[in-house]
Nanobody
Framework: QLQASGGGLVQPGGSLRLSCAAS????????MGWYRQAPGSQRELVAG?????????IYADSVKGRFTISRDNAENTVHLQMNSLKPEDTAVYYC????????????????WGQGTLVTVSS
């Protein structure tokens, strides 16, 4: 199971840190990803991180330089630090466990968290 947290209401230019805790063992063996879905839109990739130490990460062009994905294998948790938030970042954010990270893409698995809502508004 995946438990996402950290969403909320923030003003433009503000920051939030999302977390996704995974149950089970061997967390470090799996790549992880964050997606988001805005109302009326398809779910889109935000960021992905490689297994192990998480030495490789990829980002959607729309969030590069503002968002950072990281992982804490001791806590079975993946984080998404979001800075300089914009109204267009408003969406439900979902974590994904065990997808395939290759080149500049992350192909999700079927294992999704429940989502956490991020609202960027003044």
């Amino acid at each position: 199971q995946l438990q996402a947290s950290g969403g909320g209401l923030v003003q433009p230019g503000g920051s939030l840190r999302l977390s996704c805790a995974a149950s089970g063992s061997d967390f470090s063996l799996y790549s992880m990803g964050w997606y988001r879905q805005a109302p009326g839109s398809q779910r889109e990739l935000v960021a992905g991180i490689s297994d192990g130490s998480g030495s490789r990460a990829i980002y959607a062009d729309s969030v590069k330089g503002r968002f950072t994905i990281s992982r804490d294998n001791a806590e079975n948790t993946v984080h998404l630090q979001m800075n300089s938030l914009k109204p267009e970042d408003t969406a439900v954010y979902y974590c994904n466990h065990g997808g395939a990270l290759w080149n500049s893409q992350y192909d999700p698995s079927t294992l999704w968290g429940q989502g956490t809502l991020v609202t960027v508004s003044s």
